[in-house]
């Protein structure tokens, strides 16, 4: 097993962009189905709209190789799209925040929760302005600017140094539940910010979050840390044990964010060193990152006898959800290459998880270029149970550009610079 060349990544990079311009829309960017198709009747999503703005964002910025038919003007313009949805569409001028899902016919939030505001989907109003920022897109300043001040009054919680899961439209109710997603997703919005606007505070929010979850929750359980938890921060072992295969809150631990919490760790003590900020714990947070890059690897890989990533185990290490889903992959390869950059020492096994990976995204998830299968099922057929159709292009850009970067900055400004 080998890792992919350089010009199959950046081909591979070209086609996906070509697949996830499809998804523009009035309001945004929506979901794609099998064939390219916008399924309307799922909304507009916020969350969608936000990873296509960041992934065009990046294109505008990337060197031509990376493009294919498509141009920077054209990458440009797909940004620009997006961020004037979150600005014109997505923005709720009478409450603030931004609501979750738009009706692809009128453009109002969506029936059946689509006016709450969450924080996993925030996150990535947060990424996408960063970005956007970078490329010098129009209006991602302003967007910026909002979306910064709206974490910092509504979803960072300073006593915790963790983050509020939802409201209603509102703002006026709390979600009596708090996410781990939805932590992880902040920090990766916070890693943007810092490095756009220069202010250590999201940075060292970042690190305070990594610092709970990585430090101090993954070790008390073996790596497989709880996902779900009360509002006072206590694991709740049990939620949603009646709905394992949940898209967003399954059942019992997730090996994929395991090594996306890897990462992210990783890039985070990077950006501390290069701002030259020094904190106890580092040491801790970085031995903790390369344990559940190789428990991921260890306990979600090929674990029921055939090759890929189980979705979900218990807290034995069970598998629970036996389907394989393509983002899981894609964050094993990027942490594989983040974790071989962090560590030279450790380079070469870290490197054989980044290229295990790659062996199976290229044996079972790339349907045709820019296609990739969102789920498959214990035997490697497609499957839909949790993911229908090919929304997302943003696990897999992400994680094909890793090995031309370096571990900071943030993927935008990293991103810029390899056009210098």
């Given at each position: 097993?080998?890792?992919?060349?350089?010009?199959?990544?950046?081909?591979?990079?070209?086609?996906?962009?070509?697949?996830?311009?499809?998804?523009?829309?009035?309001?945004?960017?929506?979901?794609?189905?099998?064939?390219?198709?916008?399924?309307?009747?799922?909304?507009?999503?916020?969350?969608?709209?936000?990873?296509?703005?960041?992934?065009?964002?990046?294109?505008?910025?990337?060197?031509?190789?990376?493009?294919?038919?498509?141009?920077?003007?054209?990458?440009?313009?797909?940004?620009?799209?997006?961020?004037?949805?979150?600005?014109?569409?997505?923005?709720?001028?009478?409450?603030?925040?931004?609501?979750?899902?738009?009706?692809?016919?009128?453009?109002?939030?969506?029936?059946?929760?689509?006016?709450?505001?969450?924080?996993?989907?925030?996150?990535?109003?947060?990424?996408?302005a960063s970005?956007?920022?970078?490329?010098?897109?129009?209006?991602?300043?302003?967007?910026?600017?909002?979306?910064?001040?709206?974490?910092?009054?509504?979803?960072?919680?300073?006593?915790?140094?963790?983050?509020?899961?939802?409201?209603d439209r509102?703002?006026?109710?709390?979600?009596?539940?708090?996410?781990?997603?939805?932590?992880?997703?902040?920090?990766?919005?916070?890693?943007?910010?810092?490095?756009?606007?220069?202010?250590?505070?999201?940075?060292?929010?970042?690190?305070?979050?990594?610092?709970?979850?990585?430090?101090?929750?993954?070790?008390?359980?073996?790596?497989?840390?709880?996902?779900?938890?009360?509002?006072?921060?206590?694991?709740?072992?049990?939620?949603?044990?009646?709905?394992?295969?949940?898209?967003?809150?399954?059942?019992?631990?997730?090996?994929?964010?395991?090594?996306?919490?890897?990462?992210?760790?990783l890039q985070?003590?990077?950006?501390?060193?290069?701002?030259?900020?020094?904190?106890?714990?580092?040491?801790?947070?970085?031995?903790?990152?390369?344990?559940?890059?190789?428990?991921?690897?260890?306990?979600?890989?090929?674990?029921?006898?055939?090759?890929?990533?189980?979705?979900?185990?218990?807290?034995?290490?069970?598998?629970?959800?036996?389907?394989?889903?393509?983002?899981?992959?894609?964050?094993?390869?990027?942490?594989?290459?983040?974790?071989?950059?962090?560590?030279?020492?450790?380079?070469?096994?870290?490197?054989?998880?980044?290229?295990?990976?790659?062996?199976?995204?290229?044996?079972?998830?790339?349907?045709?270029?820019?296609?990739?299968?969102?789920?498959?099922?214990?035997?490697?057929?497609?499957?839909?149970?949790?993911?229908?159709?090919?929304?997302?292009?943003?696990?897999?850009?992400?994680?094909?550009?890793?090995?031309?970067?370096?571990?900071?900055?943030?993927?935008?400004?990293?991103?810029?610079?390899?056009?210098?």
């Open positions: 097993m080998t890792l992919p060349t350089d010009e199959t990544r950046a081909r591979e990079i070209a086609d996906l962009l070509a697949w996830g311009a499809r998804a523009r829309h009035e309001f945004g960017f929506g979901y794609l189905g099998d064939n390219g198709e916008i399924l309307t009747e799922r909304g507009i999503e916020l969350w969608i709209t936000c990873r296509m703005t960041h992934c065009f964002a990046l294109a505008s910025m990337l060197p031509e190789r990376y493009l294919g038919e498509l141009s920077r003007e054209e990458a440009r313009a797909l940004a620009a799209h997006g961020i004037a949805s979150l600005a014109d569409h997505f923005h709720d001028a009478d409450y603030g925040g931004y609501v979750a899902a738009l009706d692809a016919e009128t453009g109002e939030p969506a029936a059946g929760g689509g006016d709450r505001k969450q924080a996993y989907a925030h996150a990535f109003v947060v990424l996408a970005s956007a920022r970078v490329a010098g897109i129009e209006g991602a300043q302003a967007v910026l600017d909002d979306a910064l001040a709206t974490s910092t009054e509504r979803w960072w919680d300073e006593d915790a140094g963790m983050v509020y899961e939802s409201y509102r703002f006026s109710e709390a979600e009596a539940y708090r996410g781990v997603n939805a932590a992880m997703h902040t920090v990766e919005s916070y890693l943007a910010a810092a490095t756009v606007t220069g202010d250590d505070t999201y940075l060292m929010r970042a690190v305070r979050i990594i610092d709970r979850v990585v430090g101090d929750l993954a070790p008390q359980f073996q790596w497989r840390f709880p996902e779900h938890l009360d509002t006072n921060y206590e694991p709740i072992l049990d939620f949603n044990r009646d709905k394992p295969a949940d898209p967003f809150r399954p059942y019992g631990a997730t090996p994929g964010h395991w090594f996306e919490w890897g990462r992210l760790a985070s003590l990077a950006e501390l060193e290069a701002r030259g900020i020094e904190r106890a714990g580092s040491a801790r947070i970085k031995d903790g990152a390369l344990a559940l890059i190789e428990a991921g690897a260890q306990e979600g890989f090929g674990v029921d006898g055939e090759p890929g990533y189980v979705y979900t185990t218990d807290f034995d290490g069970t598998p629970v959800v036996h389907e394989r889903m393509h983002w899981v992959a894609c964050e094993a390869f990027a942490a594989g290459i983040a974790a071989a950059l962090a560590d030279p020492a450790l380079a070469e096994r870290f490197t054989a998880i980044a290229a295990e990976a790659w062996d199976y995204i290229e044996r079972f998830l790339i349907a045709q270029p820019g296609q990739w299968i969102h789920e498959l099922d214990r035997h490697n057929s497609p499957a839909a149970g949790t993911w229908e159709g090919k929304p997302d292009i943003y696990h897999a850009v992400q994680a094909l550009l890793m090995p031309d970067l370096p571990l900071a900055p943030a993927f935008a400004p990293a991103v810029a610079h390899l056009s210098e």
